[in-house]
DNA sequence: TACCTGACTATTT
DNA sequence: AAAATAGCCAGGT
């Protein structure tokens, strides 16, 4: 019993987790990008950038506002393209924010990089 | 329990 | 400077 109850614990933490991810996520402005470890390192858990990912998966389901596509890694580069319907649909959604990309990677990334912690 | 897998990063070759 | 290695941590098998 005791388990089964620690274990809810740890859930809610990770869920609480999640959410604060999506709060930033969705202050990202249009026509600028951001990074895991950034969001990670804004909420005070620098060593969590893979689960700001994890977070990124569950956004397809349900119809939450987050601009998911604005997350890429700290180069710059589109590793999350592969959770999408096509594999150019992340870009697409870039795009129409009015990124430049060149094979998945963001051009002109230093610019346009948004940091939670200094914007905010 | 043990081991594998990632929308990650930092460090070391 | 590219590539390999090594930490990381929640989930799944």
Redesign the pocket.
């Known amino acids: 019993m005791r388990y089964v109850h620690q274990n809810r614990c740890?859930?809610e933490?990770?869920?609480e987790?999640y959410e604060q991810v999506y709060e930033i996520v969705r202050m990202v402005p249009k026509g600028r990008v951001t990074?895991?470890?950034?969001v990670?390192r804004a909420l005070g858990?620098?060593?969590?950038?893979?689960?700001?990912?994890?977070a990124?998966?569950l956004?397809?389901g349900p119809e939450l506002g987050v601009p998911?596509?604005r997350?890429?890694?700290?180069?710059g580069l589109l590793?999350?393209?592969?959770?999408?319907d096509t594999p150019t649909h992340?870009q697409e959604l870039l795009e129409a924010d009015g990124i430049v990309i060149v094979e998945d990677q963001v051009q002109n990334f230093a610019k346009v990089f948004w940091d939670p912690l200094v914007e905010l």
């Open positions: 740890i859930k933490k990770v869920l987790f990074t895991y470890g950034a990670a858990m620098i060593r969590s950038s893979r689960l700001v990912g994890t990124m998966i956004t397809h998911a596509h997350v890429v890694n700290r180069d590793t999350g393209k592969h959770h999408y992340m």
